[in-house]
């Protein structure tokens, strides 16, 4: 009798619903119920860790010890998403893998990529504003991670601003060619004329201004991946070429000259319907399926609404550091406008809207619903889409005036000046753990304190257990 791989579970004290007893055809399971995980056994193939909020302390040092050895990092799929900070957390254990909660056991095999190759870790989709919380983009995430294991073609297929060309560098970045050049090309933004010349270079005196050789965007790419979006508007002539190239694995110069082969992974892209594309005869039939090997196919922003506040920080971090402002924080209450709307634009209309709020904001260090107001006016049912929304709740707010403490007078009996300090600042640290949903990093930067000094100070007044649900620790 085959013997079963081993899986050890560590539940971080979180209940396990008996998914033990269902998993044990698959794997022969153990379990460490304590609340901080302990070293598994040495002859573990799965190490399984819940996820219900942070790493707990000491984690990244047992990761460290076991070396290669898979992590699965388990979500429960009916609680609260896990914030962008909790991800970016777990994220620097190093590269795990996610999955959720579930009856089907998980696939026994996963072994760590080989050297040379790695996973996309949680902080590096974070960085490339990829969030995979949805079934949709995990989906996406999962062929992504699959195809960069090879060098097949990959063709992505997504409506406009689906962020395809965030999917290629991924799909690049978690390949063994990681190293080497990534190439974008916009074939549309290119006239039909010069085209050929930019993808596979010409020869001194090919045309009037070719004054000497250049290599071409293939032959730039060599050894790496080049990403051709918009692929579906090139003209047929130019088609027949990049066919060749498939085939021959080699570039032929315009002007003459010897062949030369090219070592590449080619990522086309399109936001048309490239099938029915070639029924129309605009695009040819053979080089569809050279293209089509492993195809990818983008949900718009409306399908994965849950995200949408994930990517809404993301952006507002990563604009915030371009235009050099102080970082910002989202109220709680623009989370339930921005999950509303129907966003055409799909992500590069969130990432627009975001900029836009943070730019006219000013100096405010919290954006509210009227910061993102524009959004409603361009909808026709605008007004319906505000009314529908949940009312404001209480949320604390943070701004000049709440910031500072208001003017008192020295009483004729005195006062205990540290008790005064400690009440103002404990406000102070209550209010933006509010602001920022418990963020504790975002609240520091709010308060212009270190992370650090801001733990100790939350030690000192005893706000540790005040909110359970903080983001970032």
């Not at 395809?164 to 080497?180: G, L, N, W, Y």
């Not at 004054?211 to 032959?219: L, N, S, V, W, Y």
């Amino acid at each position: 009798m085959t013997e079963l791989p081993r899986l050890h579970w560590s539940t971080l004290g979180e209940p396990t619903q008996g998914l033990e007893h269902r998993w044990a055809g698959a794997w022969q399971v153990s379990l460490d119920r304590g609340a901080s995980p302990a070293l598994p056994p040495r002859d573990t193939d799965l190490w399984v860790i819940a996820a219900a909020g942070e790493p707990p302390a000491g984690l990244a040092r047992l990761c460290a010890e076991v070396g290669a050895l898979p992590i699965l990092i388990l979500v429960d799929p009916n609680a609260a998403p896990l914030g962008p900070g909790t991800l970016a957390s777990w994220g620097q254990l190093g590269s795990l893998r996610w999955g959720l909660r579930q009856d089907t056991p998980p696939l026994p095999g996963l072994r760590p990529a080989p050297p040379g190759q790695i996973p996309l870790s949680v902080s590096q989709a974070l960085a490339l504003g990829l969030v995979g919380i949805g079934a949709a983009m995990r989906d996406v995430l999962a062929k992504a991670r699959a195809a960069s294991a090879t060098r097949a073609t990959v063709l992505l297929l997504g409506e406009s601003g689906t962020g395809k060309e965030v999917i290629a560098q991924a799909i690049h970045r978690m390949s063994a060619q990681r190293d080497q050049p990534f190439v974008p090309v916009h074939c549309g933004a290119i006239p039909d004329n010069l085209i050929e010349s930019e993808l596979f270079g010409y020869t001194k005196g090919a045309f009037t201004d070719a004054r000497k050789d250049a290599p071409g965007k293939f032959r730039e790419a060599h050894g790496g991946t080049i990403f051709l979006d918009e692929v579906s508007t090139m003209a047929l002539s130019v088609q027949v070429r990049l066919l060749r190239v498939l085939q021959e694995r080699e570039v032929q110069p315009l002007g003459g000259g010897a062949p030369v082969k090219v070592e590449v992974r080619v990522i086309a892209a399109t936001n048309l319907d490239l099938w029915q594309r070639v029924q129309q005869g605009g695009f040819r039939e053979d080089l569809f399926y050279r293209l089509e090997v492993v195809p990818i196919t983008l949900p718009p922003l409306r399908a994965r609404r849950e995200e949408i506040p994930f990517l809404a920080q993301h952006f507002l971090n990563r604009k915030a550091r371009e235009h050099g402002l102080y970082p910002k924080a989202l109220h709680p209450s623009v989370d339930s406008l921005l999950m509303a709307l129907p966003w055409n634009g799909n992500v590069r209309q969130l990432e627009n809207a975001i900029e836009r709020a943070i730019v006219l904001s000013m100096d405010r260090p919290v954006l509210n619903r009227a910061d993102f107001a524009f959004l409603l006016e361009r909808l026709a049912d605008g007004q319906e889409i505000a009314d529908a929304l949940p009312p404001l709740q209480n949320f604390p707010t943070f701004n000049a005036e709440t910031a500072a403490p208001a003017p008192m007078d020295l009483p004729s009996e005195g006062l205990d000046l540290n008790q005064v300090v400690s009440e103002v600042e404990k406000k102070l640290m209550l209010q933006s753990l509010q602001v920022t949903r418990g963020n504790k990093k975002r609240a520091a930067e709010l308060l212009g304190l270190k992370r650090t000094t801001f733990l100790e100070k939350m030690k000192r007044l005893d706000l540790e257990d005040c909110l359970p649900e903080c983001g970032e620790g």
